[in-house]
């Protein structure tokens, strides 16, 4: 038997590269029946395709794959980090609808956080950014109820559990008291599930406010809530190691796009 991997890439990311849909959603449109490779229709994505195969999707071939491409974008309060929401709530992609291509976002905010959000056409990317072996700090402005002291958030800086999880340490550092609340700078290179303000209960302080204002190298920087901006292709190339003749697999040179506005 041959135990040898098959050329290519698997057809869903395929089809994720051109824009189709997500990959789960292009696994989706192949179980349907949508899709067929050299004039045969296939119903499982467990196929690998190359350059030379002919996809064909809905009846139209399958266009050439977007460059990457990624942005900037400073999330309100109340828009959900999801496609769509089972509770009938507002998205980010029901805000920027019309004005981005499709995205997905980079890690997520909850409903109740805002700041940075970066969104991307490339799924592969995206699980790039999101991997904590890449090792990138992102930060928030905090602010939490109370009167902290430094030794309040020590054990933050050496890890602590919540509901049985465990947390790797943050970098944490007081800014100033604003009457009953005080700002918080915090460092985190994981990013689970609510875990700023999960950690923060442990150590008693409630978060009321909290804004990413950077992910590794991208900041927020004078970007107001709505707005967004595209990162140029320059910036991607020096901070994510891409070559200009894009050589790396899925990483290309990408046209800058000026600011816009919702």
């Known amino acids: ?3 040898e991997t098959p050329k290519g890439d698997r057809i869903a990311k395929v089809l994720a590269r051109a824009g189709v849909a997500s990959r789960r959603g292009a696994e989706a449109m192949i179980e349907a029946g949508r899709v ?15 350059s030379s195969d002919e996809i064909v999707v809905d009846g139209k071939p399958l266009a050439e794959p977007e460059p990457t491409r990624l942005w900037r974008y400073h999330k309100p309060l109340g828009l959900v980090t999801s496609e769509s929401d089972e ?10 609808r019309g004005a981005l291509p499709r995205v997905v976002s980079v890690g997520r905010l909850d409903i109740n956080s805002e700041g940075l959000l970066l969104l991307t056409n490339d799924g592969a990317l995206k699980r790039q ?3 904590p072996s890449t090792g990138w700090m992102r930060k928030y402005r905090v602010r939490v109820n109370g009167t902290p002291e430094d030794h309040t958030l020590e054990p933050l800086r050496r890890g602590v559990m919540s509901e049985g999880e465990k947390f790797q340490p943050m970098e944490v550092s007081i800014d100033r008291q604003q009457g009953a609340n005080a700002w918080l700078t915090v460092g985190i290179r994981e990013g689970k599930n609510r875990e700023i303000r999960r950690a923060m209960g442990e150590v008693g302080l409630k978060v009321n406010r909290l804004i990413r204002i950077s992910y590794g190298p991208f900041r927020l920087n004078d970007l107001k809530p709505g707005e967004f901006e595209e990162v140029k292709g320059r910036v991607l190339r020096e901070q994510l190691g891409m070559r200009e003749d894009n050589e790396k697999p899925m990483l290309k040179k990408k046209p800058a796009q000026s600011r816009r506005r919702n």
Do not use: Y
Not at 37 to 50: E, F, H, R, Y
Not at 87 to 96: C, E, I, Y
């Open 129 to 131: 950014l999101e991997l």
């Open 36 to 50: 067929t490779v050299n004039g045969k229709q296939i119903l499982s994505p467990a196929l690998n395709v190359t």
């Open 87 to 96: 509770k009938g709530r507002d998205t980010v992609f029901d805000a920027l």
């Open 1 to 3: 038997m041959s135990t």
